[in-house]
């Protein structure tokens, strides 16, 4: 039994190194038992959930991991700043603080007492720290910076010189985003103000995207499967289609034309469903591009658990097993590159559409 | 459900970077990249409409040259068989006028010489008559040198005009 579970760490490790099994965490990991039983439910949903700090592999008992800043503040406590490492991976309790270990808050940073308990009437302080997804999409944002600065800076200075490098690879793809997405959504004549919008939108999408199915610090955080990133990306698009709609478009929802007027009054029938119908769009933008990116984060985990599960059963399942899921998670893999340009596109199609919609003069 | 649970500090951070990302990439990437994308587009609708442009000048321009071509043929063959025929009128010309004038010399030369023939046969003739009236002369002189020859020959003639 004890070279068994011994066999199942090093195993772990190595797929977690060599086959690129992207870093799950398990920060809140609090039983540091000889035999942990694997459980598959906390090994995938660790992984995609959010974390204080970046965790990278366990060597016997010991978490490895890249610690991240916590910024806290709270009005009893006032602004905290410190790294994540001062948790132990959520066995310590630091400055009145404690990474909560089960319950609805599981995996939050609450407040404790003096004594070590929660407190349950105390709220969660205000959490801004920069968190594994946060660092995942600070790391994509510079990507992006230093693609796009680098490109831009050649269309600047020769900008009549045929692409080269990078250039060739970005100009198809942002040509795809004008002549395929925005142009045709939001018509030949008011298309140009939308286009730095939608263009960073797309790419962002994408590059997060991708970026997720890397498993190698820093990539491999489930950003845009994360549902506070993709509702910060619904939430601009709502901005970007509401503060833009005309007087046609508010005409249209407030007081939608050729519909009967016991619709409009006394109670407000028509208006109601428009209203509803704004904040619809965003939200289903947001459940969309969560829900795919998620789901395949959660199927190619699902692959590599079995690895462990099976070995749990016998080594030799779990060597067999692991054959059939590096196959099928490199498979899902590549599928999920395909998932991450089609999400990234219908996001942005979507939103240039209601842009489109929002703009369109009275017809 | 912590998955679908959104987090505050995750949707702030996700919004300032988005927005930086957003305003540093509009000014520095987006703005350059779109303009030169429609410039460049703009500039190789120009470069075939001109082309095309260009390439119906051609047509014309070879539509014009070969009618040129065609007529500088016409004019050519015209002109070397105009120039045959002054050729061939000129040879004619110049071998009539060369005939006639070699018959006008011969017939000069024929007139001349029927002149000359005939005042060198009246010399012949007065030489001879000159001639004649000597050898005459001489042959009576010796014939006549008696009386009775003289006689005999008075009879003679006058025998011959009583004949006559």
Redesign the interface.
């Known amino acids: 039994m004890d070279s068994q579970s011994k066999f199942l760490r090093i195993l772990k490790v190595i797929l977690l190194l060599m086959v690129c099994l992207k870093p799950s965490l398990s920060a809140a990991d609090d039983n540091p038992l000889e035999d942990i039983k694997f459980d598959p439910g906390s090994f995938i949903f660790d992984h995609i959930g959010d974390a204080y700090d970046w965790h990278l592999f366990d060597i016997g008992d010991r978490h490895y991991s890249i610690p991240l800043p916590v910024i806290l503040y709270s009005r009893e406590k006032g602004l905290d700043i410190f790294m994540s490492h001062r948790f132990n991976h959520g066995y310590n309790i630091y400055r009145g603080y404690k990474i909560m270990t089960d319950g609805p808050e599981k995996g939050k940073i609450v407040i404790v007492r003096e004594d070590g308990t929660v407190d349950p009437d105390a709220r969660r302080p205000l959490d801004l720290s920069i968190t594994k997804n946060v660092t995942g999409m600070f790391f994509a944002a510079f990507i992006m910076l230093a693609i796009f600065l680098t490109v831009g800076k050649r269309y600047r200075n020769n900008p009549q010189a045929p692409p080269k490098g990078i250039q060739s690879l970005f100009e198809p793809l942002i040509l795809f985003v004008i002549d395929d997405i925005v142009k045709p959504a939001i018509g030949e004549k008011k298309y140009i103000p939308f286009l730095p919008y939608l263009l960073t939108l797309f790419f962002f999408i994408w590059i997060n995207n991708m970026l997720g199915l890397i498993p190698i610090f820093p990539m491999g955080a489930n950003v845009t499967g994360n549902i506070s990133v993709a509702a910060g990306l619904a939430f601009t698009s709502f901005l970007v289609i509401n503060l833009n709609g005309n007087k046609h478009y508010w005409r249209h929802i407030l007081n939608t034309p050729n519909v009967p007027v016991f619709l409009k009054l006394p109670i407000p029938i028509m208006p109601i469903i428009e209203i509803v119908g704004i904040l619809t769009k965003p939200f289903v933008l947001m459940v969309r591009l969560f829900a795919n990116i998620t789901a395949g984060h959660i199927i190619t985990m699902g692959f590599f658990a079995l690895i462990f599960i099976l070995g749990e059963v016998s080594p030799v399942f779990g060597f067999g097993g692991s054959v059939l899921s590096v196959g099928f998670g490199i498979f899902i893999t590549f599928l999920e590159m395909l998932v991450a340009l089609i999400q990234a596109y219908v996001f942005t199609l979507l939103t240039a559409l209601f842009i489109g919609a929002a703009v369109e003069d009275g017809h | 459900m912590?998955?679908?649970?959104?987090?505050?500090?995750?949707?702030?951070?996700?919004?300032v970077?988005?927005m930086?990302?957003?305003i540093?990439?509009?000014k520095?990437?987006?703005?350059?990249?779109?303009?030169?994308?429609k410039?460049?587009e703009d500039?190789i609708r120009e470069g075939i409409e001109n082309a095309e442009a260009a390439k119906g000048e051609l047509e014309n321009v070879r539509i014009k040259s070969d009618r040129i071509v065609s007529q500088a043929i016409v004019e050519r063959d015209k002109l070397i068989r105009q120039g045959r025929e002054i050729k061939e009128t000129i040879v004619t010309e110049a071998r009539a006028k060369a005939e006639e004038e070699a018959k006008k010399a011969v017939e000069s030369a024929r007139v001349i010489i029927e002149e000359q023939k005939t005042a060198a046969i009246n010399q012949i003739k007065l030489q001879v008559a000159s001639l004649s009236i000597e050898i005459a002369e001489k042959i009576l002189r010796k014939k006549l040198k008696d009386d009775k020859e003289q006689m005999e020959l008075m009879d003679s003639l006058l025998d011959d005009f009583e004949l006559n």
């Open positions: 912590d998955l679908i649970t959104p987090d505050f500090g995750l949707f702030f951070w996700m919004l970077t988005f930086l990302v957003f540093i990439l509009k520095f990437a987006w703005k350059p990249i779109v303009q030169t994308l410039e460049r500039n």
